[in-house]
């Protein structure tokens, strides 16, 4: 069996297989139940029969290679993943033996008159079994979606080692990293130039200061005496 695995490993069957897995048996039940809607299309019944053997059989296969690709990927995997991984291998063991349980149930209910009153509760079993494989499914695309999970996307993400050490925060004493100022271009050595002053406001109380006289108005003696006009006429 171990060099079975081995020959089939590198051919990555598993979501090739999965993919009948979940048509044939999704499929199986629905027809079922139509079949049950309408009791003399006896070729629905048997073509749902023929379905829910092939879809146990399928799940049969996904289990299997299912447990191939998780020892090649596990490695690989942080541990968030590995979770979901544990989780959908179970649930992968559980739906495939409760198929195939199912398939016998079904092939009893077809075939000997007695199992006939039972079909109703094998059709509810068998749709509750259908909605387990859903969320099943789903987790497994949670895996190669969002982890990429036996995809090229995590052979390039670096793995997580479970037991390595935060790394050291800087110290002080460390290295300070030198930071390179640029050099101020040279500047004028002139002085900056100087507003003028604001005119100076006369206020009220100030007094106007005299103005200077003219230099080329002649200036009056005190003791001169102006010339008397002429009156009353001119003596003979």
Do not use: C
């Not at 695995?5 to 590198?10: D, I, R, T």
Request: no cysteine.
């Amino acid at each position: 069996m171990d060099s079975v695995a081995k020959f089939l490993q590198p051919w990555q069957l598993h979501p090739v297989v999965d993919h009948f897995t979940v048509a044939l048996l999704i499929v199986a039940v629905l027809i079922d139940l139509v079949a049950s809607a309408a009791p003399t299309r006896i070729w629905l019944q048997y073509t749902a029969l023929l379905l829910i053997v092939l879809g146990a059989l399928a799940a049969g296969a996904s289990y299997f290679t299912g447990g191939m690709e998780a020892e090649r990927i596990w490695n690989a995997l942080g541990q968030p993943a590995k979770d979901i991984l544990n989780r959908h291998g179970e649930l992968g063991e559980y739906l495939a033996i409760t198929f195939g349980i199912l398939a016998l149930w079904r092939i009893l209910i077809q075939g000997f008159g007695f199992m006939a009153g039972s079909r109703a509760i094998y059709l509810i079993v068998a749709f509750v079994a259908i909605v387990v494989l859903g969320y099943q499914a789903h987790l497994g695309g949670v895996l190669v979606y969002d982890y990429g999970a036996g995809t090229a996307l995590m052979a390039a993400a670096p793995v997580p080692s479970e037991n390595a050490s935060p790394s050291p925060a800087p110290t002080s004493s460390g290295a300070i990293p030198m930071v390179s100022v640029p050099t101020p271009l040279p500047t004028s050595t002139a002085p900056p130039p100087t507003s003028p002053a604001p005119p100076e406001i006369p206020t009220a109380s100030s007094k106007p200061t005299d103005s200077p006289m003219p230099a080329n108005t002649p200036a009056l003696s005190p003791t001169a005496q102006p010339s008397a006009a002429p009156s009353g006429g001119v003596k003979m």
